[in-house]
């Protein structure tokens, strides 16, 4: 019989039991208070496939697969994308690496893909209607054209973030597309804002809740089903910050991200944003459309085991997204020449409904931090521009981490609570970087 043995990769042996790929791989093993202890063979190991040694190791957790180790890219080619990289073709889902976002405005071509069912075969502007009805007191069906006659057009430049972006570091695994740090953009959006267009329609009293249609198809083909149907508040859709748009960086917004018409929604996951939209239906209750419910865009209220089952009960739907930031340059790893050892490092940072206050990075494994320059952001809900200039004490391999604070007074962890679907993973962003001398 041959050798029939299944080749683990690094990550799959650190999803199943990190600590124990710690010990196989590196023979490093945990301290009580989660640092690592390598010596020997162990940290000469490490360096080897790092390819340098590494000064601020005793800092290192324990269970941490070094960042040059844990990446891994797929180039992903769709017609007006460029360097996009793909988790899934039906629907198609595509993230955008780290290093292509550092643009103040991420271009179209670089805005990540979110879709949940099969995008429509046309998306002229040319005949395609929105439709409000519900509990209006004048229900209504505009054209793109209407909207841009009777209502102020106003751009923003808006962050939008899946509701799942970070799922790939959750263990055990969550189920659903496996985005790494990428589903994440702030376009410039020029639409009108949803208030307007609801008050013109009259929003009843008893309204308390919007339910968004749009022209894609679920993936069975059954016309009968939704590909998705979301909703939010009416606080939220009054927020002024809150569009219908038909602009995307001073052009037609791209198909894949939901022309000629979509809502964006900043600071909530974008599935709150529906694409291709033809419809706002009001309503009294909150919307049990598709992917409402019972676990979808929903995390636990109090935290549970890695693993554990949470009753649909105890789920409560996703809101404000929480804070959390991206290292944007140097990509990660990034080797200085010789005989330079400061690098300027820069990202983005972004709140939810909150804006960020602070700015920290470390480049010892989280043993001290130093704090970043911090830009205002252009408008609310746009992330906003962080940089700072690290020097390093010798040579050897470095990872930078980033860590944000809100205006509450939160900050991003190094860990995240579990949960069943993966979401709203904001630990902190790494990079590995090498100085050579």
Same mark, same amino acid.
């Given at each position: 019989?041959?050798?029939?043995?299944?080749?683990?990769?690094?990550?799959?042996?650190?999803?199943?039991?990190?600590?124990?790929?710690?010990?196989?791989?590196?023979?490093?093993?945990?301290?009580?208070?989660?640092?690592?202890?390598?010596?020997?063979?162990?940290?000469?190991?490490?360096?080897?496939?790092?390819?340098?040694?590494?000064?601020? +190791?005793?800092?290192?957790?324990?269970?941490?697969?070094?960042?040059?180790?844990?990446?891994?890219?797929?180039?992903?080619? #769709?017609?007006?994308?460029?360097?996009?990289?793909? #988790?899934?073709?039906?629907?198609?889902?595509?993230?955008?690496?780290? +290093?292509?976002?550092?643009?103040?405005?991420?271009?179209?071509?670089?805005?990540?893909?979110?879709?949940?069912?099969?995008?429509?075969?046309?998306?002229?502007?040319?005949?395609?209607?929105?439709?409000?009805?519900? #509990?209006?007191?004048?229900?209504?069906?505009?054209?793109?054209?209407?909207?841009?006659?009777?209502?102020?057009?106003?751009?923003?430049?808006?962050?939008?973030?899946?509701?799942?972006?970070?799922?790939?570091?959750?263990?055990?695994?969550?189920?659903?597309?496996?985005?790494?740090?990428?589903?994440?953009?702030?376009?410039?959006?020029?639409?009108?804002?949803?208030?307007?267009?609801?008050?013109?329609?009259?929003?009843?009293?008893?309204?308390?809740?919007?339910?968004?249609?749009?022209?894609?198809?679920?993936?069975?083909?059954?016309?009968?089903?939704?590909?998705?149907?979301?909703?939010?508040?009416?606080? $939220?859709?009054?927020?002024?910050?809150?569009?219908?748009?038909?602009?995307?960086?001073?052009?037609?917004?791209?198909?894949?991200?939901?022309?000629?018409?979509?809502?964006?929604?900043?600071?909530?996951?974008?599935?709150?944003?529906?694409?291709?939209?033809?419809?706002?239906?009001?309503?009294?209750?909150? +919307?049990?459309?598709?992917?409402?419910?019972?676990?979808?865009?929903?995390?636990?209220?109090?935290?549970?085991?890695?693993?554990?089952?949470?009753?649909?009960?105890?789920?409560?739907?996703?809101?404000?997204?929480?804070?959390?930031? #991206?290292?944007?340059?140097?990509?990660?790893?990034?080797?200085?020449?010789?005989?330079?050892?400061?690098?300027?490092?820069?990202?983005?940072?972004?709140?939810?409904?909150?804006?960020?206050?602070?700015? +920290?990075?470390?480049?010892?494994?989280?043993?001290?931090?130093?704090?970043?320059?911090?830009?205002?952001?252009?408008?609310?809900?746009?992330?906003?521009?962080?940089?700072?200039?690290?020097?390093?004490?010798?040579?050897?391999?470095?990872?930078?981490?980033?860590?944000?604070?809100?205006?509450?007074?939160?900050?991003?962890?190094?860990?995240?609570?579990?949960?069943? $679907?993966?979401?709203?993973?904001?630990?902190?962003?790494?990079?590995?970087?090498?100085?050579?001398?």
């Amino acid at each position: 019989m041959g050798d029939k043995r299944h080749e683990r990769g690094i990550c799959e042996l650190y999803a199943e039991d990190p600590e124990r790929a710690d010990y196989l791989i590196f023979g490093r093993r945990a301290n009580p208070d989660r640092r690592g202890f390598m010596q020997g063979a162990g940290l000469a190991t490490m360096g080897a496939l790092l390819g340098a040694a590494i000064p601020f +190791h005793r800092n290192m957790p324990a269970g941490l697969i070094p960042a040059a180790l844990a990446e891994e890219t797929d180039s992903f080619m #769709l017609e007006g994308k460029d360097g996009l990289s793909v #988790l899934n073709d039906r629907p198609v889902n595509a993230e955008t690496p780290a +290093h292509l976002l550092d643009d103040d405005v991420t271009p179209t071509a670089r805005h990540f893909i979110r879709n949940n069912g099969i995008a429509p075969e046309s998306t002229s502007p040319d005949g395609w209607t929105l439709k409000i009805d519900g #509990l209006a007191d004048n229900p209504m069906e505009l054209s793109i054209d209407d909207l841009k006659d009777r209502f102020e057009v106003v751009s923003y430049k808006l962050q939008l973030e899946c509701g799942g972006n970070g799922r790939a570091a959750f263990n055990p695994p969550a189920s659903g597309n496996q985005w790494t740090v990428g589903a994440v953009g702030n376009s410039e959006w020029t639409g009108v804002r949803l208030a307007d267009v609801l008050q013109a329609a009259g929003v009843k009293p008893e309204a308390i809740y919007t339910a968004h249609y749009g022209a894609d198809s679920h993936l069975s083909g059954d016309p009968g089903k939704d590909a998705i149907s979301r909703g939010m508040p009416i606080w $939220k859709a009054m927020n002024p910050h809150t569009l219908i748009a038909f602009e995307q960086n001073g052009a037609p917004i791209h198909p894949m991200n939901g022309a000629p018409l979509r809502i964006v929604a900043p600071g909530w996951p974008g599935s709150t944003s529906q694409k291709w939209l033809t419809r706002i239906w009001l309503r009294d209750r909150v +919307h049990d459309g598709q992917k409402m419910g019972p676990t979808s865009y929903r995390v636990p209220r109090y935290p549970v085991a890695p693993g554990e089952e949470v009753p649909h009960e105890a789920m409560r739907i996703i809101e404000s997204m929480p804070v959390k930031s #991206l290292i944007t340059y140097p990509k990660s790893g990034h080797t200085l020449p010789v005989d330079h050892r400061t690098v300027e490092v820069r990202g983005h940072a972004w709140a939810g409904d909150e804006h960020v206050i602070a700015m +920290h990075v470390s480049t010892d494994f989280g043993a001290t931090w130093q704090r970043a320059e911090l830009m205002s952001p252009p408008n609310p809900y746009s992330w906003q521009r962080w940089r700072a200039e690290l020097n390093f004490p010798t040579k050897g391999y470095y990872e930078v981490w980033a860590r944000a604070t809100d205006s509450k007074g939160r900050m991003q962890p190094f860990t995240v609570n579990w949960n069943p $679907k993966g979401y709203l993973n904001n630990s902190m962003h790494r990079i590995a970087v090498r100085v050579e001398a």
